[in-house]
């Protein structure tokens, strides 16, 4: 009768054939890789399918009131309020973007390269801002 734990053949050495020598880890892990015979094809179908947003222009007005805000951050520089900036940032594969709203103290506001610093770092282009609020601004009506 034959035993099912191997016994006769549990402690004998491994072998290593000599006319043919072993294959490397990487090309043994290859030969079980899926096929897929559409490289790229599956990241095609998600970046044509994920959505964007269109730009929208804003009026005159909407700019000047942003404006407005902005020079009363600047006049409080030593200790910027708490904010919540709404802008657009475009996508970098496709034409459109996402509007975001970044909620924080602003760090600095740098005039000279147009972007607004938040504490967590995100740089914030001014031009692509479409809307700051803060309680600041009730005190100016704004």
């Known amino acids: 009768m034959k035993s099912d734990t191997y016994e006769d053949i549990i402690n004998l050495e491994h072998h290593v054939s000599k006319k043919h020598p072993q ?3 990487i090309d043994r892990a290859a030969q079980f890789a899926p096929f ?3 490289t790229g094809y599956d990241e095609a179908v998600k970046e044509a399918a994920r959505r964007t947003q269109d730009k929208v222009d804003i009026s ?3 700019i000047e009131n942003l404006n407005m805000k902005i020079q009363i951050l600047l006049c409080m ?3 910027y309020p708490e904010v919540t900036v709404i802008y657009f940032r475009p996508d970098e594969k496709k034409s459109g973007g996402m509007y975001l709203s970044e909620c924080g103290k602003i760090i600095k506001i740098d005039l000279y390269n147009r972007i607004i610093i938040m504490e967590n770092k995100t740089e914030i282009p001014i031009d692509m ?3 700051i609020d803060s309680e600041i601004f009730d005190i ?3």
Do not use: G, R
């Open 23 to 25: 294959m490397d880890i």
């Open 36 to 38: 897929s015979a559409l």
């Open 60 to 62: 005159e007005s909407l």
């Open 77 to 79: 520089k030593d200790e």
């Open 129 to 131: 801002i479409v809307e």
């Open 140 to 142: 100016y009506n704004i």
